[in-house]
């Protein structure tokens, strides 16, 4: 949990390697030194390998008609472009009211890149509810 291995981490799926300041870097390693922190994360990736629900699956869930905007990052070297397009045909072929836009960032688009979801979120909502 140390600040030289959180750097590099966040480095690898950060578009824009100028986001990955020392603020970020102490807003995650600050938590993490909580007693409590170690038995969270495992908790967290226990739930994963549980976790038997697709994507489609968990789509199923959704109402259709309900307006869903997908922002991703693809430079995310985690949740990849081919990913993204796997979650956009899904939506397309249930019928679903999503609009999927790529952005030039990488795994944390809000953070890597907040002008443009912020850009993305404003137009879509002033297209879809106002």
């Known amino acids: ?8 981490i966040l480095k690898q799926v950060y578009h824009d390697q100028d986001q990955v300041d020392a603020d970020l870097v102490t807003s995650i390693q600050t938590p ?4 409590r922190a170690l038995a969270a994360f495992q908790q967290i990736s226990m739930q994963q390998s549980r976790m038997r629900t697709t994507v489609p699956e968990m789509l199923d869930r959704c109402e259709p008609e309900l307006p869903t905007l997908i922002l991703w990052g693809q430079k995310d070297p985690w949740m990849t472009p081919a990913r993204g397009d796997t979650v956009r045909r899904v939506c397309e072929d249930k019928g679903m009211a999503c609009e999927f836009v790529p952005l030039v960032a ?5 953070d890597d890149d907040p002008d443009a979801v912020n850009r993305e ?10």
């Open 106 to 110: 990488g795994h944390c688009p809000q």
């Open 121 to 130: 979120l404003l137009r879509w909502v002033a297209d879809k509810f106002e």
């Open 1 to 8: 949990q140390t600040k030289t291995r959180i750097s590099p």
């Open 32 to 35: 993490a030194k909580d007693p």
